[in-house]
C-alpha cells in the first residue's frame, strides 16, 4: 500500500511544486509525451552529492516512469534516459544503472558499460567527464 501511495503522489502535479523548476520540467516533459497514465516510482527523483562537494544535487530516473499505453516508452535496448541537475545545470544520459562512487575523496557517477566494466564520470567545470 504505502509503493501505491507514493506512486499515486508522485504522479501528482503538487509534488513538482517542492522540486526546483528544472527537475518539474523534466517529469513534466515525460508526463506529456505519455498518451496513457503517467506514474513515475519512488526512486524517481533522488538528491545525492554528485560532485562531491556536500550540497545534494538532483538525479531524475526514467527507468521508474511508466506509461501505461508502453510497456518500454522510457528505456530502449540502450538503457534508460538518467538527467542530472547539478547547481541549475541538466545534464542528460542513457544509461543501464548507476550509482555514486568516491574514491580517495573524488566522486564520481558510475554505470555499467557494454564490456562489462564501469565507466566513471567526473563533474568538473560545469559538465561531466568520462574518466
Request: with cysteine.
Amino acid at each position: 500500500m504505502r509503493h501505491a501511495l507514493a506512486l499515486i503522489l508522485l504522479a501528482t502535479p503538487a509534488l513538482a511544486q517542492d522540486w526546483p523548476p528544472e527537475v518539474a520540467a523534466i517529469v513534466d516533459e515525460a508526463r506529456t509525451v505519455c498518451d496513457g497514465t503517467f506514474t513515475a516510482g519512488p526512486e524517481a527523483v533522488t538528491q545525492r552529492d554528485l560532485n562531491g562537494d556536500g550540497t545534494p544535487d538532483w538525479v531524475i530516473d526514467s527507468g521508474t516512469f511508466q506509461c501505461s499505453t508502453s510497456a518500454t516508452f522510457y528505456c530502449g535496448t540502450e538503457g534508460c534516459g538518467v538527467d542530472t541537475i547539478i547547481d541549475g545545470v541538466r545534464s542528460s544520459f542513457t544509461l543501464h544503472d548507476w550509482d555514486i562512487v568516491t574514491e580517495n575523496g573524488t566522486t564520481y557517477l558510475a554505470a555499467p558499460n557494454d564490456s562489462g566494466g564501469t565507466t566513471r564520470f567526473l563533474w568538473s567545470n560545469g559538465e561531466w567527464h568520462i574518466q
